[in-house]
């Protein structure tokens, strides 16, 4: 069975612009959770799908969105890029929840604000 | 909203010797306490969890303790090796808000 899958792995952006990351999860996993990582903050929640809804949500700006699509890929967008949003970029997903069963991350999206 | 520290910051250890990493946490409504480990360069990995109304659980060489009272709780390791080198985080997580996660440990064991 594949394991979840990140598009693109790297990235580099300029401030103001905005990005778009992918995310597909294993077969048959429904839950999809996204986090950032940074040496300074470390690991980050940023929010939870599940089945096209989001269900959870971290303490981020508006600018950080998700969506998730009927087939469970989901998708991150970050608008008006910050310096400060380059980061790690996980992604993780799990058959139906992030607390109800083990997660599974992503090899992770390097994002670079310059 | 809910804060998670976790101490100590960086842990050396010997081959062999037992490690402890403790959290607290705030919101006493936090009912969901995964730990994850995270090797250079890799991705993390759930380790072990443990929920509110548990307040032990182990798996092999390692444990996970829960005291709801003083809000906090704490991985075990024994018998260390030099593959459990890596950065150990926990987190806390309360139903519909979200997953908050300590600073990270990072464990060194030399042989």
């Known amino acids: 069975k594949a394991g979840v899958t990140q598009t693109p792995r790297y990235l580099i952006k300029t401030r103001g612009q905005q990005v778009t990351l992918s995310c597909s999860p294993i077969s048959g996993h429904r839950s999809v959770s996204w986090y950032q990582q940074t040496p300074g903050q470390g690991l980050q929640f940023l929010f939870e799908y599940f089945s096209e809804t989001q269900r959870n949500k971290g303490n981020f700006p508006g600018r950080f969105s998700g969506r998730q699509f009927s087939n469970s890929r989901s998708e991150m967008n970050v608008s008006t890029l910050e310096l400060g949003d380059s980061a790690l970029y996980l992604c993780a997903s799990s058959l139906i929840g992030l607390v109800s069963d083990e997660q599974f991350f992503g090899p992770g999206t390097r994002l670079t604000v310059l | 909203g809910e804060n998670v520290e976790q101490h100590p910051s960086t842990l050396s250890v010997q081959e062999g010797d037992s490690a402890v990493i403790k959290c607290t946490y705030s919101?006493?409504?936090?009912?969901?306490f995964p730990w994850y480990k995270q090797e250079l360069g890799k991705r993390p990995q759930l380790i072990i969890d443990?929920?509110?109304?548990?307040g032990e659980k182990k798996d092999q060489r390692i444990a996970v303790t829960l005291n709801k009272t003083a809000k906090h709780f704490s991985l075990h390791i024994t018998e260390t090796q030099p593959e459990d080198s890596a950065v150990y985080f926990c987190a806390a997580f309360e139903a519909g808000t979200a997953l908050i996660f300590g600073k990270g440990t990072t464990l060194s064991v030399s042989s």
């Open positions: 443990i929920r509110s109304n548990v």
């Open positions: 919101d006493s409504a936090s009912n969901y």
